[in-house]
């Protein structure tokens, strides 16, 4: 029984063994740690019963709210027949009808689904089925990665090493391979007047140069379409994506399309990628694949990447790349449903008109002395905070005036993280216009104390 257990009691029991992601564990010295019981669509409930409205999805990965039915349900009666078991030489009904399904859905030409269990795993799949098809392939030389700067993939040592967040990835820069970073399309960086397609054509010509001059050498090009993420919910133009995959076909040279944060209806498109009509040679797809519920991950790709791979096993071609909990069934039955709520229901229409209201809700601190962007794709949004606006002078990082924001919310019934001083919303599609409208009071009020 834990029912007569004080929060405080869990936190002690925490804080006495427990070693956190991304967090200094001495803020907890001061900032409260939140030990959880429940959460129901949006909410989360604290072991003192109070209530947060979960505004960023729980680190990205929830759409349909917290204990959803038919998730619960399907998760429910798949641990009744199978839980787990090897994916070498076995395989079983959710994988398959799952691996279907992403195939049905996901941009033409993707049809073989490698599974993995987390995103930063994903993404190692891809680095290293890219630089071995170039192998398979006789092209022995290539074997190096293009990425943007300001991106993230992920935190393993391949992921961190095609990332460009120096937060992360500085102190580790001597046990990672060496890439080429060319400057991100970010609108934000656009001059007075230039929109942002033709902001987006013009930082091209970084990538068209280094793709020009490296292609013979060059395995991948590497980018999260639409939304730099972890880089600060930084935004670029669709056209930026047309291009590139047109360079990339012309040299010769793979394309990654890391949609682990921005697939699954995040962008207001199913996948990020259809706002450019295109199909990268891999698809990285995790965080919302199981609507929050289990780790799972896939790297979709073609039948012609697949077939360098297929051939007798003297040529010790196979990719021997694996993880133990490689198509979990429970995790694909979650995915299973998820993707069923999508197919049956109407999803992307309702969240275009959740990301309307989203923005009408924040549209007056546009005018704010120390609010320098309001930007959106879908349902990711960001306000961006600046010591001075007019000349892009940024709050010193040491201040930790995000953590301000952070603790209010607490306070006020709200899980919102921001990323230094940029605030973002990225909550569940089930969220409701009210519960938007007082995410959108509490941030509003955040950013006061914020900038007092």
Sequence with gaps: MTGNISPSEWVRRDLAHVWHPCTQMKDHESVPMIPLRAGSGVWLEDQAGKRYIDGISSWWVNLFGHANPRINAAVTEQLGKLEHAIFAGFTHEPAITLAEELVRIAPPGLNRCFFADNGSAAIEVAVKMSFHFWRNSGQQRKSRFITLSNSYHGETLGALAVGNVELYKSIYQPL?????????????????????????????????????????????????????CAGGMRMYDPVYLK??????????????????????????????????????????????????????????????????????????????????????????????????????????????????????????????????????????????????????????????????????????????????????????????????????????????????
């Design 176 to 228: 990672l391979m060496d890439v080429i970073t060319v400057p991100s399309p970010d609108s934000f960086e656009r001059q007075p007047g230039v929109s942002e397609a033709d902001h987006a054509r013009r930082m091209f010509g970084f990538m068209e140069q280094a793709i020009a001059e490296n292609h013979a050498e060059v395995a991948a090009v590497i980018v999260e379409p639409l939304v730099q």
């Design 243 to 452: 291009l590139l995959r047109e360079a990339c076909t012309r040299h010769s040279v793979h394309l990654i399309a890391d949609e682990i944060a921005v697939g699954f209806g995040r962008t207001g498109t199913m996948f990020a990628c259809e706002q450019a009509g295109i199909t990268p040679d891999y698809l990285c797809l995790s965080k919302g694949l199981t609507g929050g519920y289990l780790p799972l991950s896939v790297v979709l790709t073609s039948d012609a990447i697949y077939d360098a791979f297929y051939d007798e096993y003297t040529k010790l071609n196979a990719f021997l790349h694996s993880h133990s909990y490689t198509g979990n069934p429970l995790a694909c039955a979650a995915a299973n449903a998820t993707l069923a709520i999508f197919r049956e229901q109407p999803v992307l229409q309702r969240n275009r008109e959740l990301s309307s209201h989203l923005r009408a809700s924040v549209a007056h601190l546009a005018d704010h002395p120390h609010v320098v962007d309001i930007r959106q794709r879908g349902m990711i949004l960001a306000i961006e905070l600046m010591k001075d606006p007019k000349s892009r002078t940024p709050y010193p990082w040491t201040e930790r005036r995000g953590l301000r924001i952070y603790r209010h919310a607490l306070e006020r019934g709200a899980l919102i993280r921001p990323l230094g001083t940029t605030i973002y919303f990225m909550p569940p599609y089930v969220i409701t216009p009210a519960e938007i409208d007082v995410l959108a009071k509490i941030a509003e009020e955040g950013v006061e104390l914020a900038c007092a």
